[in-house]
C-alpha cells in the first residue's frame, strides 16, 4: 500500500466555492485535485493499492480530512474540475466522524496531528533537502507527506518529527505536489517490477 | 533546451469549446493543458530551458500547432481552465504561417509530419516496450514524442520512424503523458546536478 498525505492549507473546509473559478474561491483546492490524479490514475486504469489523504484547512470549519481509498474508486476522471466536484459533495455531508461521500471518497473532521496518531507511519516526509529517493531504502507501506503550494507550518514539521520519519528529496529542482506523488509511483513501480 | 510534442488526436482546432466542460467539448484539451504545466511549472518558477508543441487534430480546421516557449512564457498557471484559456485565446487566431497569440504562445498551421522535419530531433519516442530511460543515454537537446489518451497512428508512427528515434520506456506502468513529462525532467534534472 501506498499512502499520500497532502495538507491544503488554505482549502476551503465549506461547499461555498466556484466550479468555474476553483484556484481563486476554493483556496487552491485545484492543486488537491491534481493531486488526486496523480495519485489515483494510470493510463488505462485505477492504482489500487493507493490511498490519499487530504487535509483541508482552510474556512469555514477547519479541519476536514478527505480520504480517498483506490480500491474503491469509482469514475476518477483525470480534470480538476470533475475531482473538485467530488470533493464539493463530500464538504456537504457535515459530520465530525468519518462519513462516505461517493465510492471510495469519505469525509471527517480529522486534523492533521491526529490522521499521523491515526496512520502510525512510517512516514516519508518529501524536502529538498532530503536524502535522494532512488537512493534509499523505502520502507514497506510507506506514508508519504506533502505540502500543496505553501510551505508545512512549524507546528506540522514538530508534529510530524514526533514520529521520527524518514526525510528524502525527490531531485535538485522544487516540484508541485502532484508531480512528486508522480516521481514517487514512479520510483516504486519501478522497484516493485525489478 | 528539452522539447516535447504532445499529439492531440481529438483537440478541437476551432475556439468551439467551453471552459465549463473541457474534457466535453473540447476533445480532451484538458489533457494538453496538463501537459503543459508539466512541461513549464517548477514549484517557483518557469522552466525556461523547456519548448512544448501541441499538434492539434480534431476539428474543424487540422492541423493546428500550438508552440510554447519556457523563456518567453508569462502567467502560466497551474490550472487547466486558464491554460485552456490561452489556447482558446490562440485558437481564435486563423493563420497557417505562425502567429503569436500571448507572450511565449505561438500557433501555426503545422502538421506532425512537417513538424518533425522542421525539428529535426533527436526524437525520443516514449513507449512502454523501449529501452529504460534511466539506464539510457540520452542525447543533448531532445525532442520527446507523446501521445494524448488515445495510442499513436499508425501514419505518425510511419513519420517518426522515418527520423530514427530513440525509443525509450519509463516503467512499467502507462502513464497519462503529463506524467511522463514529469519524470522525463526529473531524470534530466538529476542528471543535469550530478
Given at each position: 500500500?501506498?499512502?499520500?498525505?497532502?495538507?491544503?492549507?488554505?482549502?476551503?473546509?465549506?461547499?461555498?466555492?466556484?466550479?468555474?473559478?476553483?484556484?481563486?474561491?476554493?483556496?487552491?483546492?485545484?492543486?488537491?485535485?491534481?493531486?488526486?490524479?496523480?495519485?489515483?490514475?494510470?493510463?488505462?486504469?485505477?492504482?489500487?493499492?493507493?490511498?490519499?489523504y487530504l487535509v483541508l484547512c482552510g474556512p469555514s470549519s477547519p479541519p476536514k480530512t478527505i480520504r480517498m481509498v483506490g480500491a474503491?474508486?469509482?469514475?476518477?476522471?483525470?480534470?480538476?474540475?470533475?475531482?473538485?466536484?467530488?470533493?464539493?459533495?463530500?464538504?456537504?455531508?457535515?459530520?465530525?466522524?468519518?462519513?462516505?461521500?461517493?465510492?471510495?471518497?469519505?469525509?471527517?473532521?480529522?486534523?492533521?496531528?491526529?490522521?499521523?496518531?491515526?496512520?502510525?507511519?512510517?512516514?516519508?516526509?518529501?524536502?529538498?533537502?532530503?536524502?535522494?529517493?532512488?537512493?534509499?531504502?523505502?520502507?514497506?507501506?510507506?506514508?508519504?507527506?506533502?505540502?500543496?503550494?505553501?510551505?508545512?507550518?512549524?507546528?506540522?514539521?514538530?508534529?510530524?518529527?514526533?514520529?521520527?520519519?524518514?526525510?528524502?528529496?525527490?531531485?535538485?529542482?522544487?516540484?508541485?505536489?502532484?508531480?512528486?506523488?508522480?516521481?514517487?509511483?514512479?520510483?516504486?513501480?519501478?522497484?516493485?517490477?525489478?
Amino acid at each position: 500500500m501506498r499512502r499520500f498525505i497532502v495538507i491544503g492549507h488554505e482549502a476551503h473546509t465549506s461547499p461555498d466555492f466556484s466550479l468555474e473559478d476553483i484556484p481563486g474561491t476554493s483556496g487552491r483546492i485545484d492543486v488537491l485535485a491534481r493531486c488526486a490524479a496523480t495519485s489515483f490514475l494510470l493510463s488505462h486504469g485505477i492504482r489500487k493499492d493507493a490511498e490519499l489523504y487530504l487535509v483541508l484547512c482552510g474556512p469555514s470549519s477547519p479541519p476536514k480530512t478527505i480520504r480517498m481509498v483506490g480500491a474503491e474508486l469509482k469514475h476518477l476522471n483525470p480534470d480538476e474540475r470533475s475531482t473538485t466536484a467530488l470533493f464539493l459533495k463530500a464538504l456537504r455531508i457535515n459530520s465530525i466522524a468519518e462519513s462516505n461521500s461517493t465510492p471510495g471518497i469519505y469525509i471527517s473532521g480529522m486534523s492533521f496531528e491526529r490522521l499521523l496518531g491515526q496512520l502510525q507511519g512510517p512516514f516519508v516526509l518529501l524536502k529538498e533537502d532530503g536524502e535522494d529517493l532512488s537512493k534509499s531504502r523505502i520502507p514497506k507501506d510507506p506514508v508519504f507527506v506533502l505540502s500543496d503550494h505553501l510551505d508545512f507550518r512549524e507546528e506540522e514539521e514538530k508534529a510530524l518529527m514526533v514520529h521520527d520519519p524518514l526525510v528524502l528529496s525527490l531531485g535538485p529542482r522544487s516540484l508541485h505536489a502532484d508531480q512528486c506523488i508522480t516521481i514517487v509511483h514512479n520510483e516504486l513501480d519501478r522497484r516493485e517490477a525489478s
